[in-house]
């Protein structure tokens, strides 16, 4: 009996002794490329961006990659090479993404490869962009809205970037047709969240700025999940990686996608 009162302190000890030198060297993690690529319908709308992640408690400030090697491809064999323009930024000016093509990337950077493919779905038309006055938990809130309409077929996919006095907001809009296709839509951004201060809102006398981007469905599922992630449930998910479209060891997303843009002025 005695013996087995040893047993069990041994184990105690040990057990207490196990906790004492677990450790999660966050900082030494390997790193990892992380690739903003996109090409769109207009004159200068063909960028890549490579950065590096960095240390768990790093700054937001993510080094930059230099040479590279990047092309992109179309479906009809046509090759474009990428020039890089400022560290970690490749650019085509003369690349005008066409709707219905396929887009080929390929990336060869420090001994990787990295590919993804893009189709550039059809342009949707940005029909207005307006400013209300909602009612948001009692207090009047300005908002900007979107309205265009969805095309019949289903398959249609969409994001929305809004600049307040030509500052990019935080937040991630997107959206389908999965339930409304055919119909006339009105689409809300919202600036919200628990830290978003009312100097961060729209005001009286900002200029808002949206783009609307027409998505194929591996690019919006990068968005979505970043999103989702972003806010979940009571904005407060546990951040996670979004869903890449990319091959290789890097996290990110190419995106061939139309672009529209409305500005507007809060009334």
């Not at 090697?69 to 009809?76: E, L, P, Q, Y």
């Not at 100097?199 to 690019?219: I, P, T």
């Not at 996670?240 to 061939?256: C, I």
Request: glycine share 8%; aromatic share 8%.
């Amino acid at each position: 009996m005695q013996s087995r009162y040893i047993i069990l302190i041994m184990l105690a000890l040990f057990s207490v002794s196990c906790r004492k030198v677990i450790s999660l060297d966050l900082n030494n993690a390997a790193k990892k490329l992380v690739v903003e690529a996109n090409l769109t319908d207009d004159l200068n709308g063909c960028s890549v961006l490579l950065t590096q992640t960095g240390n768990f408690d790093g700054d937001n400030n993510f080094p930059t990659v230099s040479g590279a090697v990047i092309s992109i491809t179309d479906d009809a064999g046509v090759v474009t090479k990428l020039t890089e323009t400022s560290p970690g930024t490749y650019t085509a000016p003369a690349l005008v993404g066409k709707t219905g093509v396929t887009y080929r990337l390929l990336i060869a950077v420090g001994g990787d490869t990295i590919r993804s493919v893009s189709t550039m779905p059809k342009k949707v038309n940005f029909d207005q962009l307006t400013i209300t006055a909602d009612q948001i938990l009692g207090n009047t809130r300005q908002v900007a809205n979107v309205f265009y309409t969805d095309p019949e077929d289903v398959g249609h996919y969409y994001q929305f970037i809004q600049w307040k006095n030509d500052v990019k907001v935080k937040q991630i809009y997107t959206a389908d047709n999965e339930l409304t296709a055919g119909k006339d839509q009105q689409v809300k951004l919202y600036i919200y969240g628990g830290n978003v201060e009312d100097k961060d809102r729209l005001q009286s006398g900002d200029n808002v700025q949206v783009e609307m981007q027409c998505l194929d469905e591996a690019a919006h599922k990068y968005w979505f999940s970043a999103q989702q992630s972003a806010t979940g449930s009571n904005n407060n998910a546990v951040p996670t990686n979004p869903v890449s479209n990319l091959q290789g060891n890097a996290l990110g997303y190419f995106s061939a996608h139309t672009s529209q843009i409305r500005i507007v002025k809060v009334p």
